[in-house]
């Protein structure tokens, strides 16, 4: 849980749907000694949202220090790529090397079969491809799935859109009704 209102709606549609719902947050860098050092991404006021959420819809939430994994992930692979020529996508790496790999692992250790978030993104397994597919969220506008595009088949195997399906007004409108 990011502490917005697209992984805040995402468990809550889940949560309302009978699930045994566990709220993870990732602590991705020492805030301490400067705050606003990564603007408004991940800050500790959207940890604080993401507890108060999972508080008031009833479930517990944790918030899981990656700060070394998100170090060798997603920052020093950044570099390496960029001294190299290259322009690498950082929120990829973060997605499928950290959210979907590294917090998957620990998940399991919550006793979870699957990670969801709140992407706009869906996926369906192809009965003729005896595969999973990744496709895009139905909001044009929000989609997210290019974020994803390099999760395994046993990543997507375990992975949860709830919002994928609805478009942003709608999430919204879910949102004021938790």
């Known amino acids: 849980m ?6 805040s709606v995402a468990a809550g549609l ?3 749907a009978g699930h045994d719902v566990v709220g993870l947050s990732m602590q991705l860098y020492d805030q301490r000694a400067s705050p606003e050092a990564f603007g408004s991404c991940c800050s500790l006021d959207d940890l604080q949202d993401a507890r108060r959420v999972a508080l008031a819809l009833g479930f517990p939430h944790y918030i899981l220090n990656f700060e070394e994994e998100f170090r060798k992930t997603v920052v020093d692979r950044f570099v390496s790529e960029y001294a190299s ?3 690498p996508i950082p929120c990829v790496d973060c997605n499928s090397g950290l959210k979907f790999q590294t917090l998957a692992g620990r998940a399991e250790g919550f006793g979870a079969a699957a990670v969801a978030t709140g992407h706009y993104a869906r996926v369906v397994f192809d009965e003729d491809r005896r595969q ?20 395994t088949q046993d990543q997507l195997a ?14 919204r409108a879910h949102a004021a009704r938790f």
């Not at 990011?2 to 992984?7: C, L, M, Q």
């Not at 496709?135 to 999760?151: C, E, I, N, P, T």
């Not at 992975?159 to 478009?167: D, E, K, N, R, Y």
């Open 132 to 151: 999973y597919r990744l496709l895009r969220g139905v909001d044009a506008d929000k989609d997210q799935s290019y974020f994803l595009f390099s999760l």
């Open 14 to 16: 889940l949560a309302e």
């Open 2 to 7: 990011s502490g917005g209102v697209d992984s």
């Open 85 to 87: 020529g290259r322009t």
């Open 158 to 171: 375990h992975a949860l859109f709830p919002v994928g399906h609805l478009s942003k007004a709608d999430v």
